[in-house]
């Protein structure tokens, strides 16, 4: 799922949209909605001088997205599973969860 830095739509990919897990999805849209705010308010949201993990925008997108996982109840083995993705590497996981607040046991 992401946010076009064009003209602010949502994208997301219709197999991940009908297979993934629901509350991936759910956290998701919560993710990009804060991107399409930060679009609306004129802001860069792929500013390339920052690492993905440590992009203002991504910090205050993932930091709705993890406030919602705790009002559902996920806890931190949970969360992490949620910021983990296949193409993000276990250092940065670790920065992304530091700057949250969530414990990730990553080996
Ligand atoms: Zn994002």
Request: charged share 35%.
């Amino acid at each position: 799922m992401g946010t076009s830095d064009k003209d602010g739509h949502i994208i997301v990919n219709s197999r991940y949209l009908n297979n993934g897990d629901r509350i991936d999805i759910y956290l998701d849209v919560i993710h990009e909605l804060v991107h399409v705010k930060q679009f609306m308010e004129g802001k860069e949201l792929f500013d390339s001088r920052y690492d993905y993990v440590e992009r203002p925008t991504e910090i205050e997108a993932y930091r709705y997205a993890v406030e919602e996982a705790r009002n559902l109840g996920l806890d931190d083995e949970r969360i992490c599973d949620y910021l983990k993705t296949e193409w993000m590497s276990s250092d940065d996981l670790k920065r992304l969860a530091k700057k949250l607040g969530v414990k990730c046991n990553t080996s």
